[in-house]
């Protein structure tokens, strides 16, 4: 297969895909917070912030949400696509001291530390971002979320260190470390957020609940590690479940794609097994009715997110254009907000 029908090709999943019907209202506001942030520099760089359609994916997972609230997602989205953007950023321009900056820096604000004016725009963003959540949820849900942005900094220093010896991980650690640093756990946070009664503690934290939202952060990082393979390949990067599978098992590369959608498929199967699983612990928990109607929420939330996203990785945003793609591997969209 050609680059071009590795990003085209159709992953097949079950689930319902939502929309939410202000996404251009909530596109707007957007637009408005990330110019103030210093996320956006000009003109130039809001139109390409546009084609990117951060929008039209995230609100699938919260489309009966308040649009403030739905805001609040994207833009958190927003923090953490541009915060991705840095680390290829610094991998293409030879700055891995500055993005390890910015990531001890973020993991400060998270901690509680004071910004100024004189901070890097995306640790602005983070505090500001935090500032506005403690409004909007319980201490509980803040030490989630707290916790799953640790979790997600955390996953990006460990796929750092194979960025920076050019070295391919391996199959048994690959899937966990994907999934910290794909921020697919704090935003998650976010659509429960979007969907009522805050989920309790007995069931966040059980196995099927854990489960469910371990195997959509799969379906999601594998669908897209399959559109993106394009990107990947041209600027030598080896985060990517297609190359770490054609390495571990000396195959072609159509090989390793198909065996991606095998575990795609085999994923689905195991989230259906948790989601019977969370009906009968919500049963013995005696669990109200509105807990479960808000899990519920929630669970399908996370599905209409991961549909819409094999949706837009293939025809729905340019992140994934080869047009896009540098001399350097770096694509053209991608602003820089490493540090000095």
Sequence with gaps: ????????????????IRRHPNEETIQHGVEQWATRRGLLADTRALERFRRHRITSLMTAGCDAADVDLAALVVEVATFAFFLDDQQNNAARTDRATAYDRLNARLREVVSGAAVDGEDNPLVRALA?????????????????FCHDLTLAFDGHEAENVFRRKAGVPDAEVFPS?????????????MLELCHGAPIPSPVHNSRPYRMIREAIADIMCWTNDIHSLHMEQAAGEPINYVTVLQRAAACATDQAVDEVCRRI????????????ELSGLLMELSAPRRVREAVSRC???FESWAGR?????????????????????????????LPG
Excluded at 177 to 189: H, I, Q, T, W
Excluded at 265 to 276: D, F, K, Q, T, Y
Aim: charged share 30%; net charge positive.
């Design 128 to 144: 500001d971002l935090l500032e506005r959540l403690r409004s909007r949820a319980s201490p509980d849900w803040h030490a989630r």
């Design 309 to 337: 996203m094999e949706e837009w990785d293939r025809t729905g945003t340019d992140r994934f254009d080869p047009a896009t793609i540098g001399a350097s591997g770096l694509p053209s969209y991608v602003e820089d907000l």
């Design 299 to 301: 669970v399908g939330g």
């Design 265 to 276: 498929e085999l994923r689905v199967g195991e989230l259906h097994s948790a989601r019977r």
């Design 177 to 189: 470390m994907r999934r910290n640093a794909s921020f697919c756990y704090p935003l998650f946070d």
């Design 1 to 16: 297969m050609t680059p071009k029908q590795h990003r085209e090709r159709r992953i097949a999943l079950p689930f319902h």
